[in-house]
């Protein structure tokens, strides 16, 4: 008897990855982390240095795809090289959140990761809690488009419209 082998679907594997450049930014990406579980997206978390780790950051965004993640959130601050360096090795989308640094509150890490060469594109997030959060409801849309579970849990997620208001009249 052939045992049968269970194809992995999207609750049994991360559909995400959380990279970090260092442990210390995990105070930021833990925001996406928990947006993404609150969803109900598989992703996973690890932390890999374009600077100290760099064949890792390689080996990871290079076998991203074929271990089925679809979307790569990279928190970095400083000089911000992980998302672009992760963008160079892989065609999935890559979706960066500059952590907030001390020396310019994240400006610097703004500026590294949305000044990228043409050709090697990166999302970019606002800087800190709010890029995290934001990073991660938009891997969910992206998702979205082609796992109807996650473009449904993303609407009844979605804070509530105020309702329209009419119309004011502007007088001369």
Partial sequence: ?????????????????????????????EHASKALADLGVPHETKVVSAH???DL?????????KR?????????????HLPGMTAAKTVLPVLGVPVESKALKGLDSLLSIAQMPGGIPVGTLAIGKAGAINAAL??????GVKHPSIR???RNSAPSKP????PTQIRP
Wanted: charged letters at 15%; aromatic letters at 6%; glycine letters at 8%.
């Fill in 52 to 54: 100290r780790t760099p």
């Fill in 68 to 80: 089925g993640i679809e979307v790569i959130i990279a928190g970095a601050g400083g000089a911000a």
């Fill in 138 to 143: 938009l891997a969910a849309a992206i998702l």
């Fill in 57 to 65: 950051l390689f080996e990871y965004a290079s076998n991203a795809e």
């Fill in 1 to 29: 008897m052939t045992a049968k082998t269970k194809l992995p679907t999207p609750d049994t594997y991360p559909l995400v990855g959380i990279i970090m450049g260092s442990t210390s930014d995990w105070e930021t990406m």
């Fill in 152 to 154: 449904e849990a993303l």
């Fill in 163 to 166: 309702a329209a208001s009419s």
